[in-house]
């Protein structure tokens, strides 16, 4: 009876070998005959993580709610939405259904948040929206810090913006006295620390990143803060290679050590929302008017999270005025993402990193065409360009998600492209692919098309693409 029960043991084996895509040297194991098409769903199943504040304890607790999601882009949006849709006795209670989501745009660590109400809203309900999204943000999409804005207006407490908003955790009624207790007693102090992100531009692309820094808001003096965070924006970054101050240094430390109230007065002015700053051309690290805009949004958003007011910074540079609002500063949004490339020896994969627009960050067809255009002079000797021809949009006829998996249909062009590689090129190429989008957290498993048909394999390769292919840690060179 034993030996049948092992038998039986090595049959499943076998048979649940043959239905997994595994690297084999040809001619070891048969390629079936027939390749799985895959099923298109058409949604992607993602298990979010959101919270809510206990009604007997007002602890925040997590709870995972499972969504359908058409576009990965707009997750974001719809993770926000699941949490103002949770049911009262676990989410916002009533204030979930007076709330809607404008949008969501992130930038690396940091996510800014647009919220509509439709009725007014407590400072504390407030706060507790705020933290509970900053919450559900931070836990499913790679951010530390959110700023909220409701009604286009950042949310405050007696008028008095709280900053960025981090992972919050405990009982969130005592989280909120405590701010609110600290900023009641400001009469002695006249300030107190909020987390705010400096933004610095890249030196090649048209595009910001933060860093997260905490700053003192002045109370009676928001105009001498205004001078202390452009005096340590024009520092420039702390650990970030390849960006610069978008600030002179040395003006500033000139202008907060020398010069007089009258002749501050003369540069930065700030009033019902609006800063100025004159003599631009002096001020700004750069030589053209035309540079000036991907400077002005650095300040704009390095500014916003300590003046709850502001909405437009006005420029004057010699007798020009540029203009600035959160629209036009939103284009310079940029965001920092992983893909892999193959390594020199051609047996491993290795992480880079790439700078892009913010609205790309989630666009996984960026991703392939960011492999296929391979390195750039910031990557390490260690990494190589291996796609055949490099690679257009044309190339990818679509890449679409279902359930976990990504559905990627390449052209018969593409396809020969590749039989023109060695089989270890070829692997290279696959799992650059697949290593790339199986960091998302939305994608575990990844299936190849040529032409909107299912393929055994591409021609003169030992990598089986019969079904989907997962990522292969072991490839990636640590």
């Given at each position: 009876?034993?030996?049948?029960?092992?038998?039986?043991?090595?049959?499943?084996?076998?048979i649940?070998?043959s239905?997994?895509?595994i690297?084999?040297e040809?001619g070891t194991?048969?390629?079936?005959?027939?390749?799985?098409?895959?099923?298109?769903?058409?949604?992607?199943?993602y298990?979010a993580?959101?919270?809510?504040?206990?009604?007997?304890?007002?602890?925040?607790?997590?709870?995972t709610?499972?969504?359908?999601?058409v576009?990965?882009?707009?997750?974001?949006?719809?993770?926000?939405?699941?949490?103002?849709?949770?049911?009262?006795e676990?989410?916002?209670?009533?204030?979930?259904?007076k709330?809607?989501v404008?949008?969501?745009?992130?930038?690396?660590?940091?996510?800014?948040?647009?919220?509509?109400?439709?009725?007014?809203?407590?400072?504390?309900?407030?706060?507790?929206?705020?933290?509970?999204?900053?919450n559900?943000?931070?836990?499913?999409?790679?951010?530390?810090?959110?700023?909220?804005?409701?009604?286009?207006?950042?949310?405050?407490?007696?008028?008095?913006?709280?900053?960025l908003?981090g992972?919050?955790e405990?009982?969130?009624e005592?989280?909120?006295q405590?701010?609110?207790?600290?900023?009641?007693?400001?009469?002695?102090?006249q300030?107190?620390?909020?987390?705010?992100?400096?933004?610095?531009?890249?030196?090649?692309?048209?595009?910001?990143?933060?860093?997260?820094?905490?700053?003192?808001?002045?109370?009676?003096?928001p105009?001498e803060?205004?001078?202390?965070?452009?005096?340590?924006?024009?520092?420039?970054?702390?650990?970030?290679?390849?960006?610069?101050?978008?600030?002179?240094e040395?003006?500033?430390?000139?202008?907060?050590?020398?010069?007089?109230?009258?002749?501050?007065?003369?540069?930065?002015?700030?009033?019902?929302?609006?800063?100025?700053i004159?003599?631009?051309?002096k001020?700004?690290?750069?030589?053209?008017?035309?540079?000036m805009?991907?400077?002005?949004?650095?300040v704009?958003?390095?500014?916003?999270?300590?003046?709850?007011?502001?909405?437009?910074?006005y420029?004057?540079?010699?007798?020009?005025l540029?203009?600035?609002?959160?629209?036009a500063?939103?284009?310079?949004?940029?965001?920092?993402?992983?893909?892999?490339?193959?390594?020199?020896?051609?047996?491993?994969?290795q992480?880079?990193?790439?700078?892009?627009?913010?609205?790309?960050a989630?666009?996984?067809?960026?991703?392939?065409?960011?492999?296929?255009?391979?390195?750039?002079e910031?990557?390490?000797?260690?990494?190589?360009?291996?796609?055949?021809?490099?690679?257009?949009?044309?190339?990818l006829?679509?890449?679409?998600?279902?359930?976990d998996?990504?559905?990627?249909?390449?052209?018969?062009?593409?396809?020969?492209?590749m039989?023109?590689?060695?089989?270890?090129?070829?692997?290279?190429?696959i799992?650059?692919?697949v290593?790339?989008?199986?960091?998302?957290?939305?994608?575990?498993?990844?299936q190849?098309?040529?032409?909107?048909?299912?393929?055994?394999k591409?021609?003169?390769?030992?990598?089986?693409?019969?079904s989907?292919?997962?990522?292969?840690?072991g490839l990636?060179?640590?």
């Amino acid at each position: 009876m034993r030996k049948y029960r092992i038998l039986a043991l090595l049959l499943a084996c076998v048979i649940g070998l043959s239905s997994c895509s595994i690297l084999k040297e040809s001619g070891t194991m048969e390629t079936p005959l027939t390749p799985q098409q895959p099923e298109y769903k058409g949604y992607l199943e993602y298990y979010a993580s959101l919270y809510r504040i206990s009604e007997s304890t007002g602890q925040i607790t997590g709870y995972t709610d499972t969504l359908y999601i058409v576009d990965w882009t707009n997750s974001p949006e719809e993770i926000l939405e699941a949490l103002l849709a949770s049911p009262s006795e676990i989410g916002l209670g009533h204030i979930g259904s007076k709330i809607e989501v404008k949008s969501v745009t992130i930038s690396d660590s940091v996510a800014y948040v647009q919220l509509e109400a439709g009725s007014y809203l407590t400072e504390k309900q407030q706060y507790y929206l705020a933290s509970l999204t900053a919450n559900a943000l931070i836990d499913n999409c790679d951010v530390e810090y959110v700023e909220v804005k409701l009604n286009g207006r950042i949310i405050t407490l007696a008028g008095l913006p709280t900053g960025l908003y981090g992972k919050q955790e405990g009982i969130l009624e005592d989280a909120y006295q405590q701010q609110y207790d600290t900023i009641m007693s400001l009469e002695e102090s006249q300030h107190y620390m909020v987390n705010g992100a400096m933004y610095f531009p890249h030196y090649r692309e048209e595009l910001i990143l933060p860093e997260i820094f905490s700053v003192n808001v002045n109370v009676k003096e928001p105009l001498e803060m205004i001078r202390q965070v452009l005096w340590e924006l024009s520092k420039g970054p702390r650990y970030r290679q390849g960006y610069q101050a978008p600030l002179r240094e040395t003006v500033f430390t000139q202008m907060l050590s020398f010069y007089t109230v009258e002749e501050l007065n003369n540069y930065l002015s700030y009033e019902n929302g609006v800063l100025t700053i004159r003599h631009a051309e002096k001020l700004f690290s750069c030589s053209m008017i035309k540079d000036m805009d991907v400077r002005m949004a650095c300040v704009f958003y390095t500014l916003q999270s300590v003046l709850p007011e502001l909405q437009y910074l006005y420029c004057y540079w010699n007798d020009s005025l540029v203009l600035m609002d959160v629209q036009a500063a939103q284009r310079y949004l940029g965001d920092e993402i992983s893909i892999y490339l193959p390594s020199e020896d051609m047996n491993s994969v290795q992480e880079v990193q790439r700078l892009v627009h913010s609205d790309e960050a989630l666009e996984l067809r960026s991703y392939i065409m960011l492999i296929g255009k391979g390195t750039q002079e910031e990557d390490p000797d260690t990494v190589v360009s291996v796609f055949p021809g490099g690679l257009t949009n044309e190339d990818l006829l679509s890449l679409k998600i279902s359930g976990d998996c990504a559905i990627l249909d390449f052209t018969e062009d593409f396809s020969k492209s590749m039989e023109r590689l060695d089989t270890q090129g070829q692997v290279m190429v696959i799992y650059s692919i697949v290593n790339t989008l199986c960091t998302s957290d939305a994608i575990s498993r990844v299936q190849f098309l040529v032409e909107g048909e299912a393929i055994l394999k591409f021609e003169g390769s030992n990598l089986s693409l019969v079904s989907p292919l997962l990522p292969n840690p072991g490839l990636v060179k640590r």
